[in-house]
């Protein structure tokens, strides 16, 4: 008896140890049971059985009965019976229609009451998004709006998402996207009481608004999304009708209409080629976001109704928001192996690839597509990803960060809809992932060959050709010919016609001559070039070839060729496993109007103007003229106005450059730009650049101009010069003008001196994202202005900018002298500040020192406050100034700090890399 009682307690520890290590393991808790689901077609569904027992025992497990979060922030929701009612009957209307997904024309916004911090808010909540996976378990993901202009620090419109969602891999993306591109989006772990019922963790993410667009310096942005309403008969998140513009959520924030929804219908008319469509967005932000994806193997962004475009009014470009939904997916090679890489890394089930060709054309997006195949554009893209390849260990490092501190939080959470160790298992696959992405991204970077072909096509020529297979680009790093006789070799590109003339030289070995050999070291022509695969439609790889013609007389033979090639990216030298050669000798035997348009095409349009087309620049000879229609150069073309040009434009007419502008008068030969009929202005002079353009403005006198809306760009300033990579502008008057601006810049680094601003309708000079010098210069608002006067125009006004203003005068402004607002940061020092209503007015987190200037006769010499309230409040720094305490106006939380000292700075420290910290360093 006693011996079946050992057996029956033996088989007992047996079996429970058994179970134990079984419920312990995650292959079989988590994998062996989701593939008997498969087989089973989830006939005894054994995953929601195993989610029920594991989320059992963590409610048993006395750490998660004792674990308290407090140190997480907590929202306390307050809702109605009948609001509670509706959100819930929203959720079972989906199940008894049996849709996968919650209508937004069923999910609206309810009024109700939040409380976070002792303080109440009233807001409106809905579900989030549209998938059911965030409200068919019993804890949902909520939207929220808050009311009342009142925001939490700086948000007003959030969500709070399930764990199972959104989480750990979105609060390290917002960490990188903030870390690498500066762009932030609040996100962060806290939880949730609603009507004093705690449903523990959630995932807080701030949302797409123009608070959070604002907040991170971009001005006049619009939004477009796809809707997200599965009515179809496609799969779910795509379709051919997705990108159709009826289709498009449209958020005009600006409240302008420049032509937005034309120019987003152009980017999917099929009208667009692979180089036009760079020129419709912004490249380098694109690249950037782009870039940053990839590292994370999510395709979602792009993917049918996620895509989020943003619209500039002032550039006319696009430019993409990414979330990356809570996953970190592996990039994986296409199973045919036609492109190991691009199509995993661009092209990840943006088609849901299968070998349909029907079905991926109908679920392509075009745009992105048409972006990716862009050989400039993808260039760009892998130089920031390479970027992020070389930043790797600290990437890895702010994901196991975030995953340490967020983890335990998740885990001991029992109100979860899902049990602890799936949570874990997440989060440990996803870091797997990760890192394997980066070795996956590395193998790009490091795959190179390269194919050179040398054919006689004709006695004297030759044709070379070298055919890259490589994703990143290659360049040759060393070339030599190798003829049978004597020769000046003419080199010719045929891509452009450029050539160069190479002589041949005797070959010698220890001083003796070899016979019928002489080399040519052509080189020296190839160097800057640059060969890189390209693309078909659906980013399958496409055999490239660049041609280049060898010529000569009398006849020749090439006997050898000598060719290396070395990667771009990572400099390393192609050996010859991978470099092919082959000599072949034998007898002898390619408007968007301003977008496209030709130079010549341009200059025979203005045959009148006499111009001159010098490379890629377009040169006004000195003359007068009379132009009476709008001239619009061809984009990517260059604008030079010789000296002592005097041209007079009609009534609202403009010039727009898409490139560099230059504008070379003269002390005693300005160049004048006016309006041809009295109080009737012209539009604008205008140039938009890539960052790469710069502007070069001497002795210009510009009076008479207003404002205008071009191919899709809000034009505010008589001269207006957005994204140039430097703007220069002396000894120049900008006087008179109706806009909204003298002067307007946008994103560029400025150098303005010696200069007069005046009688300018609004502000004399607007600089918006911008950073330089303003030095020397006079802002008036002047006494004999033949337009109507502005009572909020100032001189000199910044946004999202870093200055110095230094030795200029301000006067007579019937609101602010200098006005710096939207987190900028300026040294204002040795300016004469005379009649103005405020000499300094300071707003919106701006930092601002002030030392040695002269105030005369302001109603107030220093005011502060908080305009947008999503900005936090300014700090002004007062090096020494005498100012007296009534002169000083300060609202709110504003700083107002006397220091009685003296900075170390001289007027010949100044330049446009001044370093700001220093003078941080001074205060403590």
């Not at 695969?533 to 060729?561: A, C, M, Q, W």
């Amino acid at each position: 008896m006693m011996k079946i009682k050992v057996a029956f307690i033996s088989i007992i520890i047996f079996v429970f140890i058994v179970l134990t290590i079984s419920y312990q393991s995650d292959k079989l808790m988590f994998g062996a049971v989701q593939v008997l689901d498969q087989l089973t077609k989830s006939k005894f569904n054994l995953q929601i059985l195993r989610d029920k027992l594991m989320l059992s025992i963590d409610e048993m497990n006395p750490i998660n009965l004792f674990f308290l979060s407090d140190d997480l922030p907590v929202f306390k929701l307050q809702l109605s019976t009948s609001d509670l009612l509706y959100l819930e009957s929203i959720n079972e209307k989906a199940d008894i229609e049996g849709l996968s997904h919650v209508s937004d024309y069923d999910n609206t916004f309810r009024k109700a009451k939040l409380y976070y911090e002792n303080k109440e808010y009233k807001v409106k909540v809905k579900f989030h998004g549209s998938n059911r996976h965030h409200v068919k378990s019993p804890k949902k993901s909520l939207r929220i709006k808050l009311l009342a202009a009142n925001s939490i620090g700086g948000v007003t419109d959030f969500s709070l998402i399930i764990p199972e969602e959104s989480g750990i891999v979105d609060l390290v993306y917002y960490n990188l996207l903030k870390k690498f591109y500066a762009f932030e989006v609040k996100s962060f772990f806290c939880h949730l009481e609603i009507n004093g019922v705690d449903l523990g963790i959630y995932f807080f993410e701030e949302k797409l608004d123009q608070v959070l667009l604002e907040k991170n310096g971009f001005s006049g942005v619009d939004i477009l999304k796809p809707k997200s309403e599965w009515f179809d008969q496609y799969l779910h998140h795509t379709g051919p009708f997705v990108w159709d513009i009826s289709y498009q959520n449209f958020k005009d924030l600006s409240k302008m209409d420049v032509g937005q929804l034309l120019r987003y219908k152009r980017l999917y008319s099929g009208l667009v080629s692979k180089n036009e469509t760079p020129r419709l967005i912004d490249l380098d932000w694109f690249a950037k976001i782009d870039a940053l994806r990839i590292v994370f193997g999510s395709d979602r962004p792009f993917a049918g109704d996620n895509q989020r475009l943003l619209y500039s009014t002032s550039t006319g470009k696009f430019l993409p928001f990414v979330r990356v939904e809570g996953v970190v997916e592996k990039l994986e090679s296409n199973k045919n192996a036609l492109n190991v890489f691009e199509q995993s890394m661009s092209h990840l089930r943006i088609n849901s690839i299968r070998d349909d060709y029907v079905y991926q054309k109908n679920y392509q997006n075009d745009m992105y597509l048409n972006l990716v195949k862009n050989d400039d554009y993808r260039m760009l893209r892998n130089r920031y990803l390479y970027e992020l390849l070389r930043q790797q260990e600290d990437m890895l490092r702010v994901y196991d960060d975030i995953y340490e501190k967020s983890i335990e939080h998740i885990t001991t959470d029992t109100s979860n809809n899902f049990p602890a160790r799936y949570y874990s298992l997440l989060g440990r696959r996803y870091r797997e992932n990760f890192s394997y992405n980066f070795d996956f991204i590395k193998k790009y970077f490091d795959y190179s060959r390269a194919f050179t072909e040398v054919e006689q096509v004709k006695p004297d020529t030759y044709l070379l050709k070298i055919r890259p297979d490589s994703n990143v680009p290659i360049q040759v790093e060393k070339l030599e010919l190798l003829l049978d006789s004597p020769a000046k070799l003419l080199v010719t590109r045929l891509s452009d016609g450029s050539s160069q003339l190479f002589e041949s030289k005797t070959v010698t070995v220890e001083g003796d001559t070899i016979h019928n050999q002489f080399s040519v070291d052509a080189f020296p022509f190839f160097k800057n070039d640059r060969f890189l695969l390209g693309l078909t439609d659906h980013l399958e790889i496409l055999k490239r070839e660049y041609v280049y013609e060898l010529k000569s007389e009398p006849p020749f033979k090439i006997k050898n060729i000598t060719i290396q090639f070395k990667n771009s990216f990572n400099n390393k030298v192609l050996n010859e496993r991978v470099t092919y050669s082959v000599i072949i000798n034998k007898p002898e035997l390619f408007e968007f109007e301003y977008l496209t348009k030709k130079p010549l095409e341009f200059l025979n349009e203005f045959k009148e103007l006499n111009l001159k087309l010098h490379e890629n620049t377009i040169i006004l000879p000195t003359g007068e003229y009379s132009i009476s229609k709008n001239i619009i150069l061809p984009y990517g073309v260059n604008l030079v106005i010789e000296k002592g040009s005097k041209i007079a434009l009609a009534h609202d007419k403009s010039i727009i450059v898409y490139g560099s502008l230059t504008i070379n008068g003269e002390k005693e030969n300005p160049v004048v730009i006016s309006n041809l009929e009295k109080n009737k202005p012209f539009g604008v002079i205008a140039a938009i650049g890539d960052l790469n353009n710069n502007i070069h403005i001497d002795h210009l006198s510009l009076s008479g101009g207003h404002e205008a809306i071009i191919n899709g760009s809000y034009l505010s300033g008589g001269l207006s010069l957005y994204g140039h990579g430097l703007v220069k502008i002396n000894n120049s008057s900008i006087t008179g003008n109706t806009a909204d601006d003298g002067l307007n810049i946008k994103n560029a680094k400025v150098d303005i001196r010696n200069s007069v601003f005046s009688s300018n309708f609004a502000d004399q000079i607007d600089l918006d994202n911008c950073e330089g010098i303003v030095v020397g210069n006079k802002f008036s608002k002047g006494d004999s202005i033949a337009v109507s006067s502005d009572n909020n125009g100032d001189g000199l006004d910044l946004s999202g900018s870093k200055f110095l203003i230094v030795n200029n005068t301000f006067d007579g402004f019937v609101d602010k002298g200098v006005s710096i607002g939207e987190k900028s940061l300026a040294f204002v020092k040795s300016n004469n500040f005379n009649n103005n209503r405020s000499a300094v007015t300071i707003k919106d987190q701006s930092e601002v020192y002030l030392e040695s200037n002269i105030y005369n006769q302001n109603t107030i010499w220093v005011e502060e406050y908080q305009k947008k309230y999503f900005f936090d409040f300014p700090v002004v720094y007062n090096f020494g100034e005498n100012i007296p305490d009534n002169k000083v106006v300060t609202k709110g939380d504003s700083k107002y700090v006397k220091l009685n000292k003296k900075t170390p700075f001289k007027d010949g420290d100044f330049s446009i890399k001044f370093d700001f910290d220093l003078l941080k360093n001074l205060i403590h």
